[in-house]
């Protein structure tokens, strides 16, 4: 069955810090979607990264970079230099396509929430 | 543009009574979907729709029913509100279904 293992259920490190966020996808597709959502406490939910599985290059953003590694079915996420601001639930999904009505549901992890402190 | 509206934010029922959470995008998307955030589950598909007029059961579509009747609303009916049914919902659409999906705000909601 699709999954998506989010095995770090809190993380706190003091601002400034580097911190990695863990995610490990399971899925019998070839062809999937993988995404970073992040939830600050406001509650919305803001769309960071989407990947897809020919695409293994890592990206940088800023402060932060993703890892997409298939051999071990993760898609890990680092932020660099961590500031308060980044304070906040972060979700990876995996993008599953449904076969009746030609939809691709987001299945979630768990999510990390993260507390930069100053 | 306003991107995918929800309302209400806060919504307290008692048990039984039903009541529709609304949604609205004013991106043209065709798809558009309605998900459940409880803690420590991350999000959970209920429902979603391809286009106006289909409409399909996501994960845990039960208790909830919806309706596309066009390409910017998605409302979802709780038809007899149950404490399980207490939970933030959230609405979200998207260009293609492998693209991603923008998220309103959510709805919490209490079933006393």
């Known amino acids: 069955a699709q999954k998506v293992t989010q095995a770090q259920t809190e993380i706190s490190v003091v601002e400034k810090e580097d911190v990695t966020l863990d995610c490990v996808y399971e899925t019998r597709d070839t062809t999937y979607y993988l995404f970073w959502y992040k939830q600050p406490p406001s509650g919305e939910l803001v769309f960071l990264i989407r990947?897809?599985?020919?695409?293994?290059q890592n990206e940088i953003s800023g402060r932060y970079s993703w890892n997409f590694q298939k051999s071990t079915s993760s898609f890990n996420f680092t932020i660099t230099a961590s500031q308060v601001v980044d304070s906040a639930v972060y979700f990876c999904?995996?993008?599953?396509?449904?076969?009746?009505?030609?939809?691709?549901?987001?299945?979630f992890g768990a999510g990390t929430r993260l507390a930069v402190h100053p | 543009n306003a991107g995918v509206t929800q309302t209400p934010k806060f919504q307290v029922l008692k048990t039984g009574q039903s009541m529709t959470l609304q949604c609205a995008q004013d991106?043209?998307?065709?798809?558009m979907s309605w998900y459940r955030q409880d803690p420590g589950m991350g999000l959970r598909l209920i429902h979603y729709?391809?286009?106006?007029?289909?409409?399909d059961q996501g994960e845990v579509p039960n208790g909830y029913n919806v309706s596309r009747s066009t390409t910017e609303d998605f409302p979802l009916r709780l038809l007899s509100a149950a404490p399980s049914q207490t939970s933030v919902y959230f609405c979200?659409?998207?260009?293609?279904?492998?693209?991603?999906?923008?998220f309103g705000p959510g709805t919490r909601l209490t079933v006393l």
């Open positions: 990947r897809n599985s020919f695409d293994e």
């Open positions: 999904a995996l993008s599953e396509a449904l076969f009746s009505g030609g939809y691709n549901k987001l299945i």
């Open positions: 991106m043209n998307h065709e798809y």
């Open positions: 979200a659409s998207s260009y293609s279904p492998v693209l991603e999906q923008f």
């Open positions: 729709s391809v286009g106006a007029g289909i409409t």
